[in-house]
Nanobody, 124 residues
Framework: QLQASGGGLVQAGGSLRLSCAASGLTFSRYATGWFRQAPGKEREFVAS????????YYADSVKGRFTISKDNAKNTVYLQMNSLKPEDTAVYYCAADKGIITSSLRDGDQWDYWGQGTLVTVSS
């Protein structure tokens, strides 16, 4: 139901834009977010919209470099990633949930729907 795309290989300092398209659910009614998992590490929160869509939240490690956005007409959420660093290398997953509360947005276990992941590799 969630299809993530846009990953690839980029040099440090470069940019990528990830996309997550939904089918079978309407993003405007869901909280949407991005998580990532680097090799050998735990999954971590990257960015999200609140359920209302009115607020955005970012991990400290990406604040000021990454921007989450969405196009409700296209039922797609994006993650614009600028000034990429080698430590941003990971598989990026999009997620959605209809009932999640704000205090749980950073907890991946609280999200119901997940995309398949797209690999981002940042070379130094």
């Amino acid at each position: 139901q969630l299809q993530a795309s846009g990953g690839g290989l980029v040099q440090a300092g470069g940019s990528l834009r990830l996309s997550c398209a939904a089918s079978g659910l309407t993003f405007s009614r869901y909280a949407t977010g991005w998580f990532r998992q680097a090799p050998g590490k735990e999954r971590e929160f990257v960015a999200s919209f609140s359920r209302s869509g009115g607020n955005t939240y970012y991990a400290d490690s990406v604040k000021g470099r990454f921007t989450i956005s969405k196009d409700n007409a296209k039922n797609t959420v994006y993650l614009q990633m600028n000034s990429l660093k080698p430590e941003d290398t990971a598989v990026y997953y999009c997620a959605a949930d209809k009932g999640i509360i704000t205090s749980s947005l950073r907890d991946g276990d609280q999200w119901d729907y997940w995309g398949q992941g797209t690999l981002v590799t940042v070379s130094s």
